[in-house]
């Protein structure tokens, strides 16, 4: 017996096997109930999510503020935040990772003084 002759038999004997089965025992309704459930209402959910992110962020934000407040009642120095500004945050890694980009750094102009005139000497 030739391939196609035998799937021109099996094919339709699978086929109503399997409408058999989803038919007579439920099985077809409980698939279409579990997609239904799965489906839900995604909008509405990413917007209760986002609502819940606001509220949990705020929440933190308040949290932060209070506890600066009682750092500065706490110490004798004052305000000790003032004139301070907050590190944006830098998922990269490397030794520049953290670094705002308008940070100045560190003046090295006067590097040579400090070996004397002597730098390009020392340099080799």
Known sequence: MKASEFKKILKPLVMQSVKEVLLQEGVLSNIVAEVARGLGNPIVEQKQRKE??????????????????????SNKFGDVFSGTREITENSSQGPLSGIT??????????????ANGKWKTLMG
């Open 101 to 114: 980009s308008d940070d100045g750094g560190v003046d090295i102009k006067d590097i040579e003084k400090l």
């Open 52 to 73: 819940e992110l606001r509220l949990k962020e705020e929440k933190l934000e308040r949290q932060k503020q209070e506890r600066i407040k009682r750092l500065n009642e």
